[in-house]
């Protein structure tokens, strides 16, 4: 019974960096704010979630209402890359890498190169740092209430857990699952029995903040 909007931000190819990517998303997201879609739309009821790089620019949308005094009504996210540098393994994490096959492991310094698409060459240094890495920033103190969803086989798992552990350091009301022998991107799989269960549990989430 809810609108959902998906958002063609444009993707960090062919020279678009940050911001270009977050200030997409955070224009669509006043427009579902202010009842673009033409739907009656209470404002303070507007939830935003993603997976993957979706999930940086929610999270980076969340950060960006709290500051704008605009926060989401929840945030929702599914293996969030959040964190540049990528906070390293727990032991236990490390542990589960180990077992896999190297065809489910990226190569050796992919995620700076993929970090060099969205920030550009330099790395750091670009404008609103956090609001291209949401992890990154100073203070998370005021965030809107977050449900997180990692996968248990994920190198991504580590910036999801750190990211939680800083939100309930700040105070905020903060969730995470972790979904047991999947490998990143589950939700990419139609049909998939964890997929579903993770769309029952954001579902559930957002019922929750919109109540």
Known sequence: GLPVVSVDYRLAVDGVTHPVPHDDCWAAY?????????????PARVAVGGGSAGACLAASVGLHGRDAGQAPAGVFLAYPLVHYP???PSVELAAVLSTLPPV??????????????LLGPELTGVEHFDYAMPGNAESLTGYPRTYIENC????????????????AQAGVDVE????PG???????????PTAKATCA???AFIG????
Do not use: K
């Not at 006043?30 to 209470?42: E, F, I, S």
């Open 152 to 167: 248990e086989a994920d190198e991504l798992r580590a910036s999801g857990e750190r990211f939680a552990e800083q939100l």
């Open 86 to 88: 990528l906070p390293g």
């Open 208 to 211: 929750d903040v919109l109540r």
């Open 30 to 42: 006043q427009w579902v704010r202010a009842g673009g879609h033409g739907l009656p739309t209470d």
């Open 104 to 117: 489910l492991l990226g190569p050796e310094g992919e995620n700076d190169a993929l970090m060099a698409q």
């Open 182 to 192: 999947e490998t990143h991107g589950h939700l990419s799989v139609p049909g998939l």
């Open 176 to 179: 995470q699952h972790t979904v």
């Open 201 to 203: 549990h954001f579902a």
